[in-house]
Nanobody
Framework: QVQLVESGGGLVQPGGSLRLSCVASGSLLSITTMGWYRQAPGKQRELVATILSGGQTDHRDSMKGRFTISRDNAKNTVYLQMNSLKYEDTAAYFC???????????????WGQGTQVTVSS
């Protein structure tokens, strides 16, 4: 059983910072891509950033320079450092990972349950 658990969300003032974490646990033979999506009320889920096992990253253009994705492969954890937060960054943030759980399984996509980020004064 594979589980992704996010943490680090909360209420922050505009211009503030938060660091989200997502830990993968369970049967984890191999993890390739890890990443973050977000979904604001009434809007579609959108990709925030991805990171490969080798460390290559890709960030949504509108978030480059403000958000930074990183990972610790030894801890099966992906992070999202968010700086200079804006009202429009308010959303539920979800992590995902492409994981091969066992030798008998194929790579599958797994999702966390989300952590809420609210930017408000």
């Amino acid at each position: 059983q594979v589980q992704l658990v996010e943490s680090g969300g909360g209420l922050v003032q505009p211009g503030g910072s938060l660091r989200l974490s997502c830990v993968a646990s369970g049967s984890l033979l191999s993890i390739t891509t890890m990443g973050w999506y977000r979904q604001a009320p009434g809007k579609q889920r959108e990709l925030v950033a991805t990171i490969l096992s080798g460390g290559q990253t890709d960030h949504r253009d509108s978030m480059k320079g403000r958000f930074t994705i990183s990972r610790d492969n030894a801890k099966n954890t992906v992070y999202l450092q968010m700086n200079s937060l804006k009202y429009e960054d308010t959303a539920a943030y979800f992590c995902y990972a492409i994981i091969r759980a066992t030798k008998e399984s194929q790579y599958s996509e797994y999702w966390g349950q989300g952590t809420q980020v609210t930017v408000s004064s």
